[in-house]
Every structure is written in C-alpha cells, then in structure tokens.
C-alpha cells in the first residue's frame, strides 16, 4: 500500500467511525425522531378553539387571579399541558420560566428522573409602577428535549 492510500483510507476511516460513534450516542439519549421543526422558534397555540394533541400537551397552562393589589402577594401556577406532561428520562421538561410582561422572573430547572412532575408555583408582589395601564401580562414558557420551547400568556389587572 502506498503512502497516499494509506492516508486516505486512514482518514476515511476515522470520519466513518466518528459518523457512527455520533449517530450511536444521539440514539442512545433521543431514540425518538425529533421534529426539528419544534426547535427553530416559539411554539403557541395556533387556534384556541381547535387545539392539537401537541398544543394540549405542551403550552404552558397558567393559573393567576384575575385581579391583584399592588405590594400584594399572590400566587402564579404554570402546569405544563391540560394534563401534565410526561417525565421520562427520554421525554421530559426540562424548565418552566415565568416573566411579567417581557422581563425574566424565574425559573425552576427540572430534572428526568420521573418523580417530578411539570408544575411550578411562582409566588410575586407587583409594585404600581410596573403597570401603568393597570394590567400586566404574565408569560409562560417551557422547553421540552423533544419538541422545543412552548410559550402562553394572560393579561391580569394591576389595581
Ligand atoms: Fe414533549
């Protein structure tokens, strides 16, 4: 064997066996067949009226009093899903995130164990000035590992 076919098949080989070593490590972690598509932005409820299966269970459900006093606390609950979505160790939440209007407010990091289920209890005290027009919009969102980042909001008033 020469030289030059030497290197080549050399270097072939290393590529091919780093293609199947990835394919195989991408397998083992996500065997599902992920729709890339969920990942390339937001995901929202398209109709409300006619919700998919997918919409049911991902956008993030949240739950807050319609109305709140300023400097008072109450509680905001954000459940991912109508019914709460699985939490496997090759399907999970990964986080749930809340933000009052576009200003990041918390977020709870979940791990896939199982045990724990996609539900978060955000506990806030909104100040007047943070509503000039007396109403304030809670947003939301979560990230699945297989079908991307889902985000929802309500309005509540601010008196
Ligand atoms: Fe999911």
């Known amino acids: 064997m020469d030289r030059r076919l030497f290197l080549k098949t050399a270097v072939m080989g290393s590529i091919s066996t780093g293609l199947i070593s990835t394919t195989a490590f991408a397998e083992r972690y996500f065997p599902v067949k992920v729709d890339q598509s969920l990942f390339e932005g937001i995901n929202r409820v398209k109709d409300p009226a006619k919700k998919t299966p997918l919409e049911k269970g991902h956008v993030p459900v949240i739950i807050a009093p ?75 969102a979560q990230h699945c590992n297989l079908h991307g980042y889902w985000e929802s909001n309500i309005d509540i008033s601010l008196t």
């Open 66 to 140: 319609a109305s709140v006093k300023a400097g008072e606390m109450f509680s905001v609950e954000v459940a991912v899903g109508e019914n709460l979505h699985p939490m496997g160790p090759n399907h999970w939440i990964q986080d749930i995130e809340l933000y009052i209007g576009n200003e990041p407010a918390g977020k709870v990091t979940m791990q896939s164990k199982g045990y724990l289920k996609p539900k978060a209890t955000f506990t806030l005290a909104l100040q007047k000035d943070s509503a000039p027009s007396g109403k304030v919009t809670l947003v939301a």
